[in-house]
């Protein structure tokens, strides 16, 4: 269930909710940026960065689609850990599975927690994923998957192989209302409805994340993506939530009161993401089921990973009636 770091020290600890049962996420704390400016301290380099991600998180899930997207694959090489999140917290070792975790890429540790603790040898905090590793300074940039995502899509544009921006200068300011917009009920709402330690903050997440659920469906029923016409920065943060609502969210978080199949425009929507490479290459539902059903024991104490649903996400979704790509 992982545990935190205090003053360098690896303590064992579940998720601790406020006084009224609810869940509680800690700010990120390392928030540098890779920058493409002239003396910039982190400017972007082929070969220089490297990128944390665990495939089951939704979080890194992220920054590998927009990685992706941008073709930065073979400038910011990436170590997978173990989906299985335990006394340890995040682990590098092998895992015999459809997609392998990889060994630790730099510094050849077992443990992810050592990772922060090369960039600071008293940090304090949970040891989370995505995190960007800069090889030259030997410190951690940033662990905050929303500014990652923009620093790939807006500063590496020198060296990627895509350049299509996903939050272009028109739509900016709607894209990143959209971002705040779903984070609290939807994003981080699930885990609140999941990690609630009174029925009361269950009910208070629950109805917060349908609301949005159903304010987003019908958006989606005029427009092909969250901002318009086009893909953006939203479209996959509100994406790796979405795709793991069915098989996880609905039975482990209990959030059980609709499903994505059963809304009218939200299972056409995430089938018209699932089918771009970046987003279907990037989506691991053996390492999404393994981690969440089987890294919560005190929700799900069997660790018996429930069945996929029936949803096919291959399948026709029509939406390109309602504009372009
Ligand atoms: N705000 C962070 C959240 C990252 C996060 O919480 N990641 C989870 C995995 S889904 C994690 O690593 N948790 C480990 C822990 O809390 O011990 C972001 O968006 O990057």
């Not at 993506?225 to 979405?242: M, P, S, V, Y």
Request: glycine content about 8%.
């Amino acid at each position: 269930m992982g545990g935190r770091l205090i003053e360098g020290v690896w303590y064992a600890h579940g998720y601790e909710p406020d006084d009224k049962g609810r869940f509680v996420r800690q700010q990120s704390a390392f928030r540098d940026w890779t920058v493409d400016a002239h003396g910039a301290r982190f400017r972007p380099e082929v070969g220089r960065y490297h990128l944390y991600v665990s495939y089951a998180c939704p979080w890194a899930h992220r920054t590998l689609i927009m990685r992706q997207l941008k073709g930065l694959q073979g400038a910011i090489p990436v170590s997978v850990v173990h989906p299985l999140m335990l006394d340890d917290g995040w682990e590098f070792r092998d895992y015999p599975g459809s997609t392998a975790s990889t060994a630790e890429g730099v510094h050849g540790v077992r443990y992810l927690r050592d990772v922060y603790l090369a960039a600071e040898r008293m940090y304090t905090g949970r040891v989370t994923v995505p995190l960007l590793w800069d090889t030259l300074e030997k410190t951690i940039v940033n662990n905050e998957s929303r500014e990652i995502l923009r620093m790939f899509n807006h500063h590496w544009q020198a060296v990627a192989g895509d350049t299509t921006d996903y939050a272009p200068a028109g739509v900016i300011k709607s894209v990143d209302d959209a971002i705040d917009a779903i984070y609290e009920p939807v994003n981080n709402g699930v885990y609140k409805c999941g990690f609630a330690g009174s029925q009361e903050a269950y009910e208070e997440a629950a109805d917060a994340l349908y609301a949005a659920l159903d304010h987003w469906d019908g958006v989606l029923g005029e427009r092909r993506f969250l901002c318009g016409h086009q893909l953006t920065e939203a479209d996959i943060c509100l994406f790796t939530t979405l795709v793991r609502f069915d098989p996880v969210y609905s039975v482990h978080f209990k959030c059980s009161q609709r499903r994505i199949v059963d809304y009218p425009n939200l299972p056409n929507y995430l089938r018209d993401l699932y089918q771009r490479p970046a987003f279907r290459e990037t989506t691991n539902m053996d390492h999404i089921r393994q981690h969440y059903y089987r890294s919560h024991t005190f929700i799900n104490p069997t660790g018996i990973v429930a069945r996929m649903p029936i949803f096919d996400l291959d399948a026709p979704h029509g939406r390109e009636r309602l504009g372009r790509a």
